[in-house]
């Protein structure tokens, strides 16, 4: 760990870790999480005074090889997995990480093509609450469009992911519920990126929009308690303008590169 204040790099773990790989600060800022690639597991860091620098696990035996975690404004963590690792995949971690010998002997006798099989094309996403359990997941089993996810953030009911073997960023729309929301401003950016708005009338299709949104508010609530709907506020009654997949697996349609 750098302390940019003092200038001074302290040793923080005295176990080696098995490439420490993503690192996110929990949502109430007490503790670090660091995502352990090497061994598939989570670990969470304290930073309070009284616990600082001592580590537990947060999560560990996870379906796949953490890269980043990415917290979300709800309070959950999105995981980028690479290298699955579950029943009818093999993982070559698993295979491996302990048995030195066979590594040498895979490296002399193996070729660079069939090493490069020993990773799955199979694209996962994990979310995780705050106390490392798994509440949801997405998809891709043919890796045809996301495969060695790395990246997930969230943002305004929008996920952005990411792969170091893809030449673009994904985007998905996620399901509204348990707090997810996707706002005015996301559904014209979604829009326009499809070609489904000219550049010139992005603001017109946007005040149509809100105008819309606050008509169905208005309907429901009565003129006289509904609030104006902004540009940033949640959209509410827009299945007919975009649709979000029904589950949480991902169908090859719902990325889009931008």
């Known amino acids: 760990m750098f302390n940019p204040v003092t200038r001074v790099a302290a040793e923080v773990l005295k176990d080696v870790m098995v490439y420490p790989n993503g690192l996110e600060v ?4 007490t ?6 690639s090497g061994r598939a597991r989570i670990l969470s860091m304290s930073l309070l005074p009284a616990t600082y620098r ?6 560990d035996n996870l379906p796949g090889l953490p890269a980043n975690v990415r917290r979300t404004a709800r309070g959950t963590y999105w995981v980028a997995l690479w290298n699955v690792r579950h029943a009818g995949i093999r993982n070559s971690m698993d295979l ?5 010998q066979a590594r040498q002997r895979t490296v002399y006798s193996v070729s660079a093509n069939e090493i490069g099989s020993y990773y799955p094309r199979y694209g996962l996403l994990i979310e995780l609450d705050e106390t490392g359990r798994i509440v949801g997941s997405l998809h891709d089993p043919t890796g045809m469009v996301f495969s060695a996810l790395s990246e997930a953030s969230e943002n305004e009911g929008l996920l952005y992911i990411a792969s170091p073997i893809s030449r673009h960023i994904g985007r998905i729309v996620l ?3 348990d707090g997810r929301v996707v706002t005015v401003d996301s559904v014209i950016q979604v829009l326009a990126s499809r070609c489904q708005i000219p550049a010139d009338r992005l603001e017109q299709a946007r005040a149509v929009l809100i105008e819309y949104i606050n008509r169905q508010t208005q309907s429901q609530t009565g003129p006289t308690t509904a609030a104006p709907v902004s540009s940033a506020a949640p959209v509410t009654g827009t299945a007919e303008i975009i649709t979000t997949p029904a589950t949480m697996t991902v169908p090859e349609n719902a990325i889009q590169p931008f």
């Open 54 to 59: 001592q580590v537990t696990t947060f999560v």
């Open 31 to 36: 503790r670090l999480l660091v995502a352990e």
């Open 26 to 29: 929990t949502t109430d800022g």
């Open 175 to 177: 399901p509204q519920g």
């Open 96 to 100: 491996y990480s302990n048995n030195p």
